[in-house]
């Protein structure tokens, strides 16, 4: 099984900026970031193939980029210009067929790390 690792998270102030990463045991052909509320359905927040192709979600697009180190099979989510709504805990996802925004689509889950936005 695909083992999967996030950390960088951590508590911050509305406008400023984090960059989780999470470190996978093996390269997949997706690899995303979903996050979830407690109490709240998990969502797609970005996603990457191994040809380099991603997908973000209208919340993300402009202000979250995610890249991919396959060498070293790192996945990254650079977000800026945080704000309290982003509150949440962030979880890295991998599958093996299809690379979309999806959970049931993703096969091996880390443990999530965890995003706090202040106003």
């Known amino acids: 099984q695909v083992q999967l690792v996030e950390s960088g998270g951590g508590s911050v102030q509305a406008g400023e900026s984090l960059r989780l990463s999470c470190e996978a045991s093996?390269?997949?052909?997706?690899i995303a970031w979903f996050r979830q509320v407690p109490g709240k359905e998990r969502e797609g927040v970005a996603s990457i193939n191994l040809q380099g192709a991603t997908i973000y979600s209208e919340f993300a697009e402009g202000r979250f980029t995610v890249s991919r180190d396959a060498a070293k099979s790192i996945l990254y989510l650079q977000m800026n210009s945080l704000q309290p709504e982003d509150t949440a805990t962030y979880y890295c996802?991998?599958?093996?067929?299809?690379?979309?925004?999806?959970?049931?689509?993703?096969?091996?889950w880390g443990q999530g790390t965890q995003v706090t936005v202040s106003s």
């Open positions: 093996e390269d997949t052909y997706c």
């Open positions: 996802a991998a599958g093996a067929e299809i690379c979309g925004l999806y959970s049931r689509y993703m096969t091996w």
